[in-house]
């Protein structure tokens, strides 16, 4: 038992809940990358209060903060390298207030995205960010992070959907920006700047967001093409179908040498693959889906429109698992997530293969190619510290590719540990600059989530 | 000809377009309400370095410099109250790039918003955001405002479809936020920073938008109550509807006594009027505007959903009508743009009247009704400056409503110079040392667009 945790036990009320660490609570998703961190205490605060009262202890103490969601990240946000406190979020999970006949919802941070996602879907309304550990993950660190999934094609990333914000920031207040009113221009937009800021400018207690009616129908398209040029040119394809994809979704070769077998219908081994999907009414569904067909079809080897719900469901969670399926094949990978316009995601595809292989590094990429966001693997065997270091250095290159691309270092899962400093690549100085400015007055001390973002 | 003038003349390149300003140039909307500014010269940059060299002339002789779009702004954002440079973007009229298939588009902020909303109309893509004056306001003032629009209850204010942005900030250099990749969470949200910020962060030069396919068919639906209560319910019926209205727009039954006699077709006088509309695919507007006709059905005195394009065009070319026609009543108005959550519409709306109603004005209110979002005005005789003087107080009490309900003082305009500082009643003292500090943090001297946003 630390002095931190002695004190803290003492001097803060009991629904802080301090308390020792969990090894679990100590990682991420970046652990096969070799990422842990230590902690001298846990607070699982059941109040917005009793998180003012950790920050303003840790404040005072100079101890560092660092808040923690579903721990799904990929970009060790979540991991306290520096030790001090970890702030868990996993017993804020009040639903404040839900109006699904006007389209809103008020919860706290720790609700989890598919509960969220549940809650809505079962009085008729939609939640779309489906970020891909939805399961697991909590809307707080969906906030923190900004977090996308395939849906944030047609309905946007996580912050399209935030109206509001309670945030509690150094070195201990609690703030509210914006609420369930759908506009507000009066401030300078703080609940945008605290979206994607990975605990690093606050800590968000709960948010107010924005739902909509749920599509009646939802029916995939999966086309399969010979070459990463061919598939493509199916993107593109889908974009100019003058419909909105709901999603439009690729998975390499490399990635499909892997995981095709276990598609739920026959398939070439090996060929890249594009899904898409039709949305709304029924009949907006059902014409959207002949479109898309329509436009998937030209080069390709096989196009697969399941309209059964089962059949449907099984494509999604097929697609779902890769990410798994993919850690499988040899333990561990590095996995980027670099963004570029679309009409430059032939050339990031190929590019993580070239990297890959001038590495000798098995590399693959799949991801949201409307929004040209690749997840771009490298595989490694777990322990492997050598082939841990060469693919970093492959990570390293990739982010140059992306930022030559016009794209950047990350489209969803933000800079975390991993990656933090990389934004002096993508920005000119002076942005660079008033982004450290950004972090010095929010957080004057560095005590918040240190090591993320910045370095 | 004053010194600046001279000494930017002689000391800037040719291309920043310094000259005498023009009377235009130093008011906006809020001219009736009494403001006038001044200034000491305008440029009229052609280039993003020519602004930038602007700015470094000015920051360096501490000359307060105020950014220029097509001067629509109802709170007096580009009104030099404070003297110094007007910066004018009108001559930065490029379209950098714009790729329709790719859904895109690389503005300037000098483009007219309804120029660039025809160049994408006319290559089957559209720019949803329709703000009041598109036809004389430019994209950068709809960025420096974070404009809407009735369009944007379905999709979206003005900073949700801007993927970049070109600013130049204090002293004076150029930095690049974002560009035509559709997801970023490398850095903090610089970007959706400065959307809003009313030229008092940095000035836009240029801009990367998404757009997306434009809808085949958009069909109205307008219903006419006896009481704001039936009004504001049927409001509720169609976000209750099932589908998502592409617009949900509002009359009080004050203004319809004015303008209902314009109406396209036979209409109760003084009746609330509730204007919906759905948009889609031909078969989808069609089953939308059915859906919304039901929903628009109880309460109403008539429910009229015209289907011939000249008689769309004119049902919508009456309502942008609605500011003039009512401006042109008394020969000025106060007009204020609170939004609040939507259940709290009919609170709004009927506090509006009943302020008026204290201070001896005339005041209705109409808006974006699924946004919340009311235009409240208060007519006064031009020239009357005693009754201007009670208009205002009614703004401020109006402002009081607002927070009161759970809104903002306001949902589009801005605060502009006219509401600087009304920020405290509705932030935590917390957020507004914050919001203090990061105008601090761009503009230490305090040089652009001096008494806009902050006092």
Redesign the interface.
């Known amino acids: 038992v630390t002095a931190t945790l002695e004190a803290l036990r003492r001097e803060l009320p009991a629904d802080a809940g301090v308390r020792e660490p969990a090894a679990a609570e100590l990682v991420d998703q970046t652990e096969p990358r070799g990422l842990r961190g230590r902690a001298e205490a846990v607070a699982e605060p059941r109040t917005t209060e009793a998180v003012a009262a950790v920050m303003r202890w840790c404040y005072e103490h100079d101890v560092p903060i660092v808040p923690r969601g579903g721990g799904t990240g990929y970009a060790g946000g979540a991991v306290p390298t520096e030790g001090g406190v970890v702030v868990s979020l996993a017993r804020m999970t009040a639903i404040r207030a839900f ?1 699904p ?4 919802i008020h919860a706290e941070a720790g609700v989890r995205t598919a509960d969220l996602r549940r809650i809505a879907r079962a009085s ?1 309304v939609w939640f779309p960010p489906d970020p891909g550990a939805a399961e697991s993950s909590h809307i707080g660190g969906n906030i923190a ?2 977090a ?1 999934g395939p849906h ?2 047609k309905y ?2 996580t ?2 959907w935030v109206t509001g914000l309670e945030v509690v ?1 150094p070195p201990g ?5 914006g ?12 609940r ?2 605290i ?3 990975e605990g690093t ?1 606050g800590i968000v207690t709960a948010a107010w967001l924005r739902l ?2 749920a599509p009646e129908r939802s029916l995939p398209v999966i086309g399969l093409y010979p070459t990463v040029a061919a598939g493509c040119e199916a993107i ?1 394809a889908a ?2 179908s ?3 994809p709901a999603a439009i979704e690729y998975l390499d070769g490399a990635t499909m040498a892997y995981v095709s077998s276990t598609l739920p219908f026959r398939a070439p081994p090996g060929a890249f693959a594009v899904i898409v999907e039709a949305d ?2 029924v ?2 569904a059902m ?1 959207g889906r002949e479109a898309l067909e329509e436009a998937l079809r030209p080069g390709a080897a096989t196009v697969h429109a399941p309209l059964e719900n089962d059949a449907i469901a099984a494509l999604w969670r097929w697609r779902s698992g890769v990410s798994i399926a993919i850690n499988a094949v040899r333990g561990s990978r590095v996995s980027e997530d670099i ?5 430059r995601l032939a050339e990031a595809v190929t590019a993580t293969l070239e990297i890959g292989a001038r590495h000798g590094l098995e590399a693959m990429s799949w991801g ?1 190619a ?4 690749l997840h771009s693997s490298f595989l490694v065997d777990a322990g492997d510290d050598a082939a841990l270091a060469l693919a970093e250095r492959a990570s390293d290159e990739l982010f140059g590719v992306a930022i030559a691309l ?10 975390g540990v991993l ?1 933090n400093g ?2 002096r690549g ?3 100085p ?3 600059e ?2 450290r ?3 010095r ?2 957080d004057p001390k560095g005590l918040l989530n240190p090591g993320t ?1 910045l370095p």
Do not use: C
């Open positions: 109006d006949l006007l389209w809103r008729g992070t900004n996308g944030a094609f946007g990333v912050g399209a920031v207040d609690v703030i509210r920006v609420g369930a009113a759908r506009k507000d221009v009066a401030g300078y937009d703080l945008h700047l979206v994607g800021s400018l909509i009616p593109q974009m100019a003058g419909i909105v709304g009414s009949a907006e014409a963004a570029v316009p679309v009409d949201h409307g929004d040209g966001n016009g794209g950047t270092v990350s489209g969803e899962h933000g800079l990656k990389q934004l993508q920005w000119p002076r942005a660079v008033l982004h400015e950004v972090k007055l929010f973002k």
